[in-house]
């Protein structure tokens, strides 16, 4: 949830404001958080970063693990449903996991600050040399970067070696399942 309205009235006895400019309502942003979608059989290593390890991703290399979540459940499925191959057997099962920073500092970086190429296919080096810089000076466990898909929306990256990523709060991991109205996406119908 991105924010719950608090009534003015419920703000007073709340203690969280005393005051108003506005008479009618106040937001109160919860701390940030992210979703991560992964497949079922990597549940137990969903969070040590060896997956993105293996070939590299949009903000790694190859042989640097990270560990990619983002903004909202939506975004998290659709990230984890363009990386799927096709077909897609139906038998595939997924989990999702919730994300909780913890107040912990958040390096953000924004489409204003990225090369010309950061949404380019295949990845580009630029914003692997971008995420390898970020995760070997070890200033913060969290890079916010912008989605690919959709810059608009934000996506993260967890670097698993630095000290305070298990100060990260990660849920246990629930079923998850696509869309069925996804499925002409996933496998083909019979014919």
Request: glycine share 6%; aromatic share 10%.
């Amino acid at each position: 949830m991105p924010f719950r309205w608090i009534t003015q009235r419920r703000a007073l006895v709340s203690g969280k404001s005393r005051s108003c400019s506005h008479a009618s309502t106040m937001a109160y942003m919860p701390e940030p958080s992210a979703w991560r979608v992964d497949n079922r059989k990597w549940t137990k290593r969903s969070f040590n970063g060896i997956g993105a390890a293996l070939e590299g991703g949009r903000w790694n290399s190859a042989g640097i693990p990270a560990v990619y979540a983002s903004e909202h459940l939506a975004m998290a499925a659709q990230e984890k449903f363009v990386h799927l191959p096709r077909p897609l057997p139906r038998g595939s099962r997924y989990v999702r996991f919730e994300i909780r920073f913890r107040g912990l500092p958040v390096t953000r970086l924004r489409s204003a600050d990225l090369p010309p190429d950061w949404r380019a296919e295949p990845v580009p080096v630029s914003t692997q040399r971008i995420g390898d810089a970020w995760i070997s000076t070890a200033r913060t466990a969290i890079l916010s970067v912008p989605s690919v898909l959709y810059p608009e929306e934000t996506n993260y990256v967890l670097n698993p070696a630095h000290p305070d990523f298990p100060r990260i709060e990660v849920s246990p991991g629930e079923p998850f399942a696509f869309d069925p109205r996804m499925a002409w996406l996933i496998e083909p119908a019979d014919a």
